[in-house]
């Protein structure tokens, strides 16, 4: 199953993500994180997603300004912090304490 959805960041900025799991049911999979570089978005790994969404649950976010994440305003920092920050959001939103982290780049 693949379900996308967003959240919004403590500075207001919507970020998109993607749940990618094909795991057994009646297992607790693995979560893997997967960040992508500057100048692309989460649809970059789509090819990696059924041979990994086997046997992790894959979050795919896409950074603020990219893929379907919203373009914050120019008033907000965009900085490795503030970016570092969305990730620990996104982990805190979806309730999750550990995680595997795949990271391209920037990401």
Do not use: C
């Not at 100048?39 to 896409?62: E, I, Q, Y």
Request: hydrophobic share 40%; aromatic share 6%; proline share 7%.
């Amino acid at each position: 199953m693949t379900a996308q959805s967003s959240f919004t960041t403590s500075d207001g900025v919507r970020l998109a993500y993607s749940i990618d799991d094909f795991t057994n049911p009646w297992e607790k999979p693995p979560v893997l994180v997967m960040l992508h570089a500057a100048m692309g978005s989460s649809r970059r790994f789509f090819s990696m997603v059924p041979g990994l969404a086997r046997h992790f649950r894959v979050v795919r976010v896409d950074t603020r300004g990219h893929g379907d994440s919203q373009i914050p305003p120019a008033s907000l920092p965009l900085d490795k912090a503030r970016l570092t920050l969305d990730v620990v959001e996104a982990l805190d939103h979806l309730g999750l304490d550990r995680v595997h982290l795949l990271g391209n780049s920037a990401g």
